[in-house]
């Protein structure tokens, strides 16, 4: 089963925005309003960071922030930070079967 | 809180069956409505989705597995399992167990365990 697209790398520097895309097909990204967001520090376990598109759970930092466009999910971190440094997943529910698909994943680097 | 620790072998054979299980601690599998699954992540990749089971028992898997995956549940020992057949070293990764996805968890992973490391070599 095919991945969802993410970028391979996106850098900022401490205090930027910058934005992941994570593109799909209308059968999950585009179909749905289930995507969501894992956050993986390097040894750990991911950690959910968005849900439905753009909610976030109790104690996750309101500089992240989720938003859809079409077949194409975004993740924005606003004011980055060195503990940003990290890789993102999204992922999604695919109608075909049922499925739930992740992205490739983006490694983001804080310079 | 509710936490979830997996549990198993770290080294099995080509051709063996994977056997995991995930322990819950801090809540009852079976009193939140959940799904609860399995995912995989070989080393320096992304992550896979294997298959999810629910407290009634009820499983759905990924299509790309579905002839080498079998997920259950034990309620009364608030734990969840996983088996793997027909290994190869493709195979090799660090295997999660996770909350969801469901309505409960607004379709999300909401609650991972730490992972468990698995190596499939003679």
């Known amino acids: 089963q095919s991945a969802l697209t993410q970028p391979a790398s996106v850098s900022g520097s401490p205090g930027q925005s910058i934005t992941i895309s994570c593109t799909g097909i209308?059968?999950?990204?585009?179909?749905?309003?289930?995507d969501s967001w894992y956050q993986q520090h390097p040894g750990k376990a991911p950690q959910l960071i968005i849900y439905?598109?753009?909610n976030r759970p109790s104690g996750v930092s309101n500089r992240f922030s989720g938003s859809k466009s079409g077949n194409t999910a975004s993740l924005t971190i606003s004011g980055l930070q060195a503990e940003d440094e990290a890789d993102y997943y999204c992922?999604?529910?695919?109608?075909?079967?049922?499925?739930?698909?992740f992205g490739t994943g983006t490694k983001v680097t804080v310079l | 809180q509710v936490q979830l620790q997996e549990s198993g072998p770290g080294l099995v054979k080509p051709s063996e069956t994977l056997s995991l299980t995930c322990t819950v601690s801090?809540?009852?599998?079976?009193?939140?409505?959940?799904?609860w699954s399995w995912m995989r992540q070989p080393a320096g990749e992304g992550l896979e989705w294997i298959g999810r089971?629910?407290?009634?028992?009820?499983?759905d898997y990924n299509p790309s597995l579905k002839s080498r995956v079998t997920i259950s549940v034990d309620t009364s020992k608030n734990q969840f399992s996983l088996q793997l057949t027909s290994l190869t070293a493709a195979d090799t990764a660090m295997y999660y167990c996770?909350?969801?996805?469901?309505?409960?968890?607004?379709?999300?992973?909401?609650?991972w365990g730490q992972g468990a490391m698995v190596s499939v070599s003679s």
């Open positions: 996770a909350r969801g996805p469901g309505m409960a968890t607004h379709e999300t992973f909401d609650i």
């Open positions: 801090g809540g009852s599998i079976s009193s939140s409505n959940s799904y």
């Open positions: 089971v629910y407290t009634s028992g009820s499983t």
């Open positions: 209308s059968s999950d990204v585009g179909g749905y309003n289930h």
């Open positions: 439905e598109v753009s």
């Open positions: 992922a999604s529910k695919r109608r075909t079967s049922i499925l739930w698909v």
